[in-house]
């Protein structure tokens, strides 16, 4: 059953904690994504990753990092920088995100960080 | 700047009718739109794509039009059913240098189907 895991469900955080939240995906998936949605807001771009061993910053990446070292795992880790980290965090995959393929992303079921 | 637009936060339809969601974007260079569906605490579903060459494509109740001159796509659920309550978010996308793509990404209409 291929599919894309975010764990945990819920994470708090404390004041001037790092966090990370883990994402797994099975669907053989080249590419690899992390937004952010706040209340009445769009999905806003974290990261994104096309392969293995590299990445891109998205439209809000400040405060935030991603390791790519697994094709099927991306990571994002929230750190004490981000000042508002508080929102509910998707990742998402796809095939190649190039050009040549217009393929849509196959989302996770989210994870909502909280600050304590 | 929003570059993908839905001007309606929320649309009430009655089960059975035409649920019509709308979506206008402003760039030009956007050539692949999408639509997701997305139920709460749980990620955004693809639902249907088009890309700028078409101006219709259809999967069983799920209609998506393109009008590339007025920079409008609309969804059309027909007939709509009470499972199909939840928010829409349409997505658009264009080619950028190095064959990337990003998905930009309007705010949501939330619908409700009544029985």
């Known amino acids: 059953d291929g599919g894309i895991t975010q764990s945990p469900k819920y994470l708090f955080r404390k004041e001037g904690q790092n966090v990370t939240l883990s994402c797994e995906q099975n669907?053989?998936?080249?590419?690899m994504y992390w937004y952010r949605q706040d209340p009445g807001q769009g999905l806003r771009l974290i990261y994104y990753?096309?392969?293995?061993?590299?990445?891109q910053k998205g439209d809000i990446a400040e405060g935030y990092s991603v390791s790519r070292e697994k094709k099927e795992s991306f990571p994002l880790t929230v750190t004490s920088a981000q000042k508002n980290p508080t929102a509910f965090y998707l990742c998402?995959?796809?095939?190649?995100?190039?050009?040549?393929?217009?393929?849509?992303?196959?989302f996770g079921d989210g994870t909502r960080l909280s600050i304590l | 700047d929003q570059q993908v637009k839905q001007n309606s936060p929320s649309l009430s339809v009655q089960e059975g009718r035409i649920s019509i969601l709308n979506c206008d974007y402003t760039?030009?260079?956007?050539?692949?739109f999408l639509w997701y569906k997305k139920y709460p605490a749980e990620g955004p579903t693809f639902l249907i794509s088009?890309?700028?060459i078409k101006d219709k494509n259809e999967d069983g109740r799920f209609t998506v039009f393109l009008n590339k001159s007025a920079k409008h796509l609309s969804l059309h659920i027909v007939p709509s059913q009470p499972g199909d309550s939840a928010v829409y978010f349409c997505?658009?996308?264009?080619?950028?240098?190095?064959?990337?793509?990003?998905?930009?990404w309007g705010l949501g209409t939330s619908l409700a189907v009544n029985p």
């Open positions: 998402a995959s796809s095939r190649r995100g190039g050009v040549v393929s217009n393929q849509p992303q196959h």
């Open positions: 669907l053989n998936h080249d590419a």
């Open positions: 990753s096309q392969i293995v061993n590299d990445f």
């Open positions: 760039n030009s260079m956007f050539d692949y």
């Open positions: 088009i890309s700028s």
């Open positions: 997505a658009a996308s264009a080619q950028k240098a190095g064959n990337n793509r990003k998905l930009i």
